[in-house]
């Protein structure tokens, strides 16, 4: 679905065909910029827009700011009401992924730090197939970029010509989306989104070591997966094979949500249809995202009464 008419350009709401920048920028030549996907979602009956866990966002977004060295780090305050005019300028009242881009602007080389650009948009998001029926995936040829090659705990607009181009072999194998492993062979993430599985009851997902984007998601789902259904959750290395025993399989991302994983490399995963669990977890999340459980109401931040 196409970005909202309306978007917010260094803190100025501005119409979408106005927010450019140059052709020669930072972040064209030499991908120099940093982004976050949130998601902001309808409640009717409240008649509220909550977007979810905005402050960890914010600060993974300045953590992201620092490590590429940028000369500003804009504060949390103005990121946030940069983000929330936008919505309020499309008055969106639906479910809707949010996208936040922090930039290097201006015309100079290689080592430049500034000036320092932060565009906000929006893309009205309606429930996805993937997540009601669950998705066919791949292992990857293309090894997963590690920590000494470019920051992983950082979503920096360069690290995903590594996911790309994982994505787009999937893709033209067929599958609906892919698993990417460690350079030592280790099970990392998917393209856009983190990994779980379930064996005999116990939640398992690759560690903060196995390369991994430290996912909000992923926090969440280890949050309420322990806290609403008293589940032990394991977070450790992850030996590819071990999927294909897995009982349950799902990954999570702002943007994919919560999505059962029904195959890996045409190995049914469980029973090859979601599994209890999987559909118990999606099921809090959902209830937690949504405005419909008041449990970590902290976590959910107001657009409308708020402005």
Known sequence: MPTSPMMSLNGKIVPYDQCTVHAFSGVVKYGAGVFEGLRGYWNAERGEMYVFRLHEHL?????????L????????AFMAESLL????????RENVHLRMIAFLDGDDELAATGPVG??????PRPPSKAVTDGVHIATSTYARLGDNMLPPRVKATANYVNNRAAEMESRRNGYQGVLMLTERGKVSEGSGACFFMIRNG????????????ESITRDTMIQLAREKLGLQVLERTIDRHEVYAA????????GYEVQ?????????????TPGPLTRALQDTYFATVEGRSNDHANW????????
Do not use: K
């Open 59 to 67: 600060e993974r977004l300045r953590y992201g700011m620092r490590v």
């Open 69 to 76: 060295r940028f000369d500003t780090v804009f504060d949390e």
């Open 85 to 92: 005019s936008m919505i309020r300028a499309n008055d969106l």
């Open 118 to 123: 932060l565009v906000c948009g929006a893309v």
């Open 202 to 213: 116990v939640l398992h997902t690759p560690d903060t070591s196995s390369d991994i984007l």
């Open 247 to 254: 009982d349950e399989a799902f990954w999570c991302g702002s």
């Open 260 to 272: 059962p994983i029904l195959s890996l490399d045409r190995l049914a995963i469980g029973t090859g």
């Open 300 to 307: 959910l931040t107001p657009v409308w009464s708020g402005a």
